[in-house]
T-cell receptor, first 113, second 115 residues
Framework: AQSVTQPDIHITVSEGASLELRCNYS??????LFWYVQSPGQGLQLLLK??????LVQGIKGFEAEFKRSQSSFNLRKPSVHWSDAAEYFC???????????FGTGTRLTVIP | DAGVIQSPRHEVTEMGQEVTLRCKPI?????LFWYRQTMMRGLELLIY????????DSGMPEDRFSAKMPNASFSTLKIQPSEPRDSAVYFC?????????????FGAGTRLSVL
């Protein structure tokens, strides 16, 4: 069965600093991969997704993620964090052709001035 | 489009009472998903529908939980009787033609507190 691991429960970065959130998955084939963001009291919003093709994907709000098959990873990056990026970030995986998502436990991002 | 609409946004009830959560998916979407979010277990898929038909309900925790989708624009998640351990945020999401073609759009959630 597929699973998603987000090893960092909480990360604190300074505004303007770079950010990398880690995500590892367990799945035999190449899954569909997603990053979602959840602001306090809000639903989840898709940042970006990977289905196939170019392993570096660009998303909204200046985020990008890179799929590395050899490491079973799909890490999220942003070169310069803004205070408004403070939120919880979820990595998710779905089997190829499936329609249900499995989510990681999330990483809470705090941005300090 | 107004997006996925969930009601109520907050629900406080007493143990043993029936609770009904409601969801209106985005018009034209043919998949509907119910998730539960707790601190302990994170986000879990409870059930999902395709064209109003339940496809996978393996995530429904027990018989106290039931979900219906009587038409393409409305779904309910019912808990009867409710228990304190059901306290969580429940999300509804919808998509068009499944994940291979499109993404899931999430509602703002219903925060349920069972006292």
């Amino acid at each position: 069965a597929q699973s998603v691991t987000q090893p960092d429960i909480h990360i604190t970065v300074s505004e303007g600093a770079s950010l990398e959130l880690r995500c590892n998955y367990s799945y035999g084939a190449t899954p569909y991969l997603f990053w979602y963001v959840q602001s306090p009291g809000q639903g989840l919003q898709l940042l970006l997704k990977y289905f196939s093709g170019d392993t570096l994907v660009q998303g909204i709000k200046g985020f990008e993620a890179e799929f590395k098959r050899s490491q079973s990873s799909f890490n999220l990056r942003k070169p310069s964090v803004h205070w408004s990026d403070a939120a919880e970030y979820f990595c998710a995986v779905a089997e190829t052709g499936a329609n249900n998502l499995f989510f990681g436990t999330g990483t809470r991002l705090t941005v300090i001035p | 489009d107004a997006g996925v609409i969930q009601s109520p946004r907050h629900e406080v009830t007493e143990m043993g009472q029936e609770v009904t959560l409601r969801c209106k998916p985005i018009s034209g979407h043919d998949y509907l998903f119910w998730y539960r979010q707790t601190m302990m277990r994170g986000l879990e898929l409870l059930i999902y529908f395709n064209n109003n038909v339940p496809i996978d309900d393996s995530g429904m925790p027990e018989d106290r939980f039931s979900a219906k989708m009587p038409n393409a624009s409305f779904s309910t998640l019912k808990i009867q009787p409710s228990e304190p351990r059901d306290s969580a945020v429940y999300f509804c999401a919808s998509s068009f033609r499944g994940l291979a073609k499109n993404i899931q759009y999430f509602g703002a959630g219903t925060r349920l507190s069972v006292l």
